[in-house]
């Protein structure tokens, strides 16, 4: 199953992003970029299905700096992340999930449309896990769907069909990822909607 995700995602590199916007709006991108100021401090950062990383030239310019361990399962879109920015050697590229993370000493960590891959039994783990890693007081930034209104759900059962099909992906539903940050003892610092409220973007402290 991990193998058809992999080439699933891989065949949608080159056209993920521009596919996002089409579906989303310019709201997806927005929604990433909207707390990245928390970033200003940071020293090391733990970003999770960081995707093709179109958003890596935004955090460079705001913390050039900052250590950053990017993860991300499909090999191609690591390819596409890395010629998202000229050589930058704090940037440690791996190919993986938050089984693979290195360090136990982020202060920060990034979750961007990354928490809605799992069941919500599965994600409990996956927090967990991630949770493991971060230094006392650390923010856990996180964007992703929200499920509030009726035309959401249309969306979303669209969203994750088109998925299955295209990449394997067997999670059908979305999960309840503000409840698990919460649950994992998370304090929600501030948050901020787009896209029509279909997109929740918040900061948690760990």
């Known amino acids: 199953m ?7 995602f891989d065949r949608l590199a080159p056209i993920y992003d521009s596919l ?6 310019k709201g997806i991108q927005k929604s990433q970029l909207h707390f990245l100021n928390y970033l200003k401090e940071k020293k090391k950062l733990l970003i999770l299905g960081g995707g093709t990383g179109w958003i890596l030239p ?11 361990d990017y993860i991300e399962l499909a090999p191609k879109m690591i390819l596409k992340a890395k010629q998202s920015l000229k050589e930058n050697t704090n940037i ?6 938050e089984e693979n993370v290195p360090h136990h000493d982020y202060d920060c960590v990034l979750t961007n449309f990354y928490l809605d891959l799992f069941t919500d039994t599965k994600l409990n783990d996956v927090i967990g896990k991630i949770k493991k890693s971060l230094l ?12 509030e209104q009726g035309w959401h759900k249309v969306m979303l059962w669209i969203m994750y069909r088109f998925f299955n099909i295209a990449t394997g992906l067997m999670t059908y539903s979305l999960p309840q990822w503000e409840n698990s940050l ?21 900061v948690y402290q760990f």
Do not use: C
């Open 2 to 8: 991990k193998n058809k995700l992999v080439k699933g």
């Open 20 to 25: 996002a916007q089409l579906i989303i709006g």
């Open 58 to 68: 935004y955090i460079v310019d705001i913390n050039p700096t900052l250590k950053i």
């Open 92 to 97: 440690n590229f791996i190919v993986g999930t």
């Open 136 to 147: 006392p007081n650390a923010h856990w930034i996180a964007t992703d769907f929200v499920s």
């Open 182 to 202: 919460i649950q994992a003892n998370g304090k929600l610092v501030v948050m901020k909607k787009y896209g029509r409220e279909f997109i929740k973007t918040a």
